[in-house]
């Protein structure tokens, strides 16, 4: 598929937002709509939240029957390529066959699905901060830390779709243990969640209560020279500069693009990421990686959604 003038039904699925759009074979997002992400009981079918998806796709103006696929980011674990997922942040779907109801839903047309954090990364590579390179990491540092690998100019996928999970990336050897069941993963300190508790535990009191302090409140505090959350902010950083030595490294990689919410902080997370990047990479080979802020925005998941399908020679290895 080459022509501009198709359009991809592009999803992105995450804990907090539903977001759908139509996107054309440039990755020009045509129209996007979002929604709340619904959260049934624990015991519900999560019905209730394809009900609501395919509800918004509705609501779009493109005609179902122009869309020429089906391209989808949702947050993981699921299983690969088939597409029936797990996610940790929606516990109503537990071994849900997303992308066979929605091949039910948009019969005859190629359905994908793949990791929310590697759509970023396809984005980033295809339109975004990564543009003309070949060789490139996407991360994103928000509730979760994730990523995708891009290696001569190809997504790779690996022998489960989890290649380029960087977020469990060992960057401590004693702690602290994550959610995973490993200790010291690149999660367990720079998520937000993981971030913000830390922050609290050496003392800091935001004004809001304890299960609604979040990293964009850190980060403000952070900008108000708050010394705990900028000590919390600079040890995300220095996390994430140990963890991403190590990928330039085994990878050889140009540039790593990092997107999510705590991106936002700035210089406050890219200060001290650059800084312990540069004292931990030796090799001459590996020094001229360049870290920068993803480029794409809201709009990342959608636009690495639609080129699944638009472009399956260099970002989907599986078999249809």
């Known amino acids: 598929m080459e022509t501009t003038e198709q359009r991809i039904l592009a999803i992105d699925i995450g804990g907090t937002k539903l977001a ?3 996107v054309d074979g440039e990755g020009r997002v045509l129209e996007y709509l979002r929604t709340a992400t619904p959260h049934p009981g624990v ?17 779009l103006k493109t005609d179902p029957a122009e869309f020429a696929g089906v391209g989808v980011g949702c947050g993981g674990p699921m299983h690969w390529p088939g597409g029936v997922v797990s996610p940790l942040n929606i516990e109503a779907w537990r071994d849900f066959p997303l992308r066979a109801r929605l091949a039910e839903a948009f019969p005859g047309v190629p359905v994908r699905v793949h990791n929310d954090a590697i759509c970023l ?31 001569e100019g190809r997504l790779i996928d690996g022998r489960t779709g989890n290649a380029g999970h960087i977020g469990h990336v060992i960057v401590h050897a004693d702690e602290p243990l994550c959610a ?5 993963c690149l999660e367990a300190v720079a998520s937000g969640p993981r971030l913000t508790g830390w922050a609290a535990e050496q003392g800091w009191r935001p004004g809001a209560a304890p299960d609604q302090r979040t990293g964009r409140e850190l ?34 990689l140009e540039v790593v693009a990092i997107g999510g919410g705590l991106s936002q902080a700035g210089p406050l997370l890219f200060n001290p990421l650059e800084a312990t990047l540069r004292e931990r990479v030796g090799l001459e080979f590996a020094r001229s990686v360049r870290v920068v802020p993803a480029a794409l925005g809201q709009e990342a998941g959608l636009v690495g959604a639609a080129a699944l399908i638009v472009h399956p020679e260099r970002y989907w290895s599986a078999k249809d």
């Open 20 to 22: 759908v759009g139509a």
């Open 43 to 59: 015991t519900d079918s999560g019905e209730m939240i394809f009900r609501t998806l395919l509800g918004l796709v509705g609501e």
């Open 121 to 151: 990364a396809v984005a980033e590579h295809w339109r975004g901060a990564g543009m003309h390179t070949e060789d490139m990491l996407g991360m994103v540092v928000s509730t979760g830390v994730g990523g995708g690998l891009i290696v």
């Open 180 to 184: 995973c069941g490993a200790v010291g």
């Open 219 to 252: 980060v403000d505090d952070a900008r108000r020279s708050h010394p705990i959350a900028l000590k919390a902010l600079s040890r995300a950083g220095r996390a994430l500069g140990i963890a991403i030595a190590s990928a330039t490294v085994l990878c050889d």
